[in-house]
């Protein structure tokens, strides 16, 4: 017998938008609205619960990791790593070859955990995310990664 899923990991547009928020306290948060809006698309799909998940669109051979989100009471637990292999494995199946990501300049974790997953640094956007707290405005570093790798 299944159990069904616990409204924790219930991987819901709200509760996306929920971690987005508590994971993003520097940009502005996605919201539920957005998280559904994207989630209908033919093109995009979710890996990942509740507590971490990532949102991914293919076109073509090409992915884009258009955001991932680990609710900060998950953090440094391994799961955005397990979710970042769940969704190379899910873009394979699904014809990609390479995968683009824009990542915050200032945020070194992602930075970190991104180069520890193969994805090379290979461009910047500058002023490219707005701060919640009205401050400058931050730069984006372009990443991307073949695969399988």
Partial sequence: MTTPASPKTQ???????ETHAAAFALTRPWSAHEFSDLIESPTC????DAQCFALSR???DEAELLTIATHPD?????????VMDSLHSQLQTRGAV????EVAAPNLGALALYESLGYLHVGRRKAYYTPTSGGEALDAIVMQRKLPI
Wanted: charged share 10%.
């Fill in 98 to 101: 390479q995968i683009f990501l």
């Fill in 45 to 48: 799909f979710v890996v990942g």
């Fill in 74 to 82: 998950h953090q440094r637990q391994g799961h955005a790593k397990a």
């Fill in 11 to 17: 991987l819901t547009p709200e509760a996306m938008a």
């Fill in 58 to 60: 293919v076109i073509a």
